[in-house]
């Protein structure tokens, strides 16, 4: 009798209609078709791929209970280093990013929005060459109307240890991120990263627990109908952001979108077009965004897809930072929309200075 062979088993499997519903490749394995390489430097990105994939499901799986848990939800009555108060879940998911790299020799450094200096892990130091950048949960003013949020991350080589908490290395500009991306705790979880090959997207499947492949390549329009803003701010903006908005207000194909959220708003973005704002304000000029931890890993994510983001005066990923918390104006989308509120920023400079 002659043995069946696995091929011809598929095959029959195949014409009995038991085939995958699609091509189930996960984070891990896209890493290493991307590089193309099974890499000391390839099996690194893939293994941090994987530990913030693992960080985006504990905090997804959280979030989705948050309401049945007691003391998930609702403020800690602290307020963290930028003077903002500090959410329970805000702590909770910054816990777990740290948690996930403990023991993983992956990553010696983590800096996040939710604390003053680094955190260093000293047992992956000897060979942990990267630092993670994270705004652990993002948006979190939606968490108690049980709307969208997010986490935004980008990694790092790490070039010296600084023990006072300085970091000085980490006061580079956005170029040296190797890969950044972002986690939307939406209906789905869906995970978006580039490592500076396209931008890629993947939805969590909970009864596996995998994210899996769901768009590839991700182009941003060149054009997009949507306008994002926190417009309630219009009295305390420059004159020029007041300008780009009338014009909006009176020309025929614009919408507004404005979740509070940023990941939920550069989402829709990346996928449809527009432009996402938050501008600096006449108190504040460097608007509220964090450098480091939202607004670079979003330019180097947006700019992958074909985008473009921008101070109003500088690239973003050109911007060197003075600071790890330093603030931003930014201005992040498609690249006609992007320069539309450039032309604003241009027009004013020239009237003030005529
Ligand atoms: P975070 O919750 O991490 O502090 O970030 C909130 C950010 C961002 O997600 C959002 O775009 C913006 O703050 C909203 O700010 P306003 O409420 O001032 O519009
Ligand atoms: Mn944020
Ligand atoms: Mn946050």
Redesign the pocket.
């Known amino acids: 009798m002659t043995q069946t062979s696995v091929e011809q088993i598929s095959a029959d499997l195949l014409d009995q209609g038991y085939y995958l519903d699609r091509d189930c490749t996960t984070l891990s394995r896209h890493v290493f078709q991307q590089l193309e390489s099974f890499s000391p430097e390839a099996q690194d990105i893939s293994a941090l791929m994987n530990r913030i994939g693992l960080a985006g499901k504990l905090i997804a799986r959280r979030l989705s209970r948050s309401g049945l848990v007691d003391d998930a939800l609702g403020f800690t009555g602290t307020v963290n280093v930028q003077g ?1 108060a500090v959410k329970k879940m ?1 702590l909770y ?1 910054n816990a777990v990013f740290i948690s996930v790299f403990k023991q993983s020799g992956l990553v010696c450094r983590l800096a996040s ?2 604390m003053e200096k680094p955190y260093y892990i000293p047992e992956n130091c000897p060979i942990g060459r990267y630092t993670l950048l994270y ?6 003013s939606n968490l108690d109307i049980n709307s969208n949020v997010g986490s ?1 991350f980008a990694i790092r080589q790490q070039e010296g240890i600084d023990e006072d908490g300085a970091a000085l290395d980490l006061l580079q500009d956005g170029h040296k991120q190797l890969a950044a991306g972002y986690i939307l705790y939406g209906p789905s979880t869906m995970l978006v990263y580039s490592i500076g090959k396209g931008v890629h997207s993947f939805t969590l499947d909970p009864t596996i627990g995998e994210f899996i492949l769901a768009d590839e390549h991700i182009k941003t329009p060149v054009h997009g109908p949507v306008y994002s803003v926190n417009e309630g701010n219009f009295w305390q903006w420059e004159e020029s952001i007041r300008d780009y908005t009338r014009y909006v207000h009176r020309h025929e194909g614009y919408t507004a979108r404005y979740s509070g959220a940023l990941v939920g708003d550069i989402h829709r973005i990346l996928y449809q077009g527009g432009v996402f704002l938050y501008p600096g304000t006449v108190k504040n000029p460097e608007g509220k965004l964090r450098l480091l931890y ?1 607004s670079a890993p979003m330019a180097f994510l947006i700019e992958q897809a074909g985008g473009r983001a921008t101070t109003g005066i500088q690239e973003i990923m050109d911007v060197i930072p003075e600071k790890i918390h330093q603030r931003t104006p930014l201005v992040i989308g498609s690249k006609e929309d992007v320069a539309l509120v450039e032309s604003f920023i241009r027009d004013r400079e020239r009237r003030e200075q005529d």
Do not use: A, F
Not at 135 to 140: A, K, R
């Open positions: 903002e805000d998911s929005e939710e705004d652990p949960l993002d948006g979190s935004i939202e």
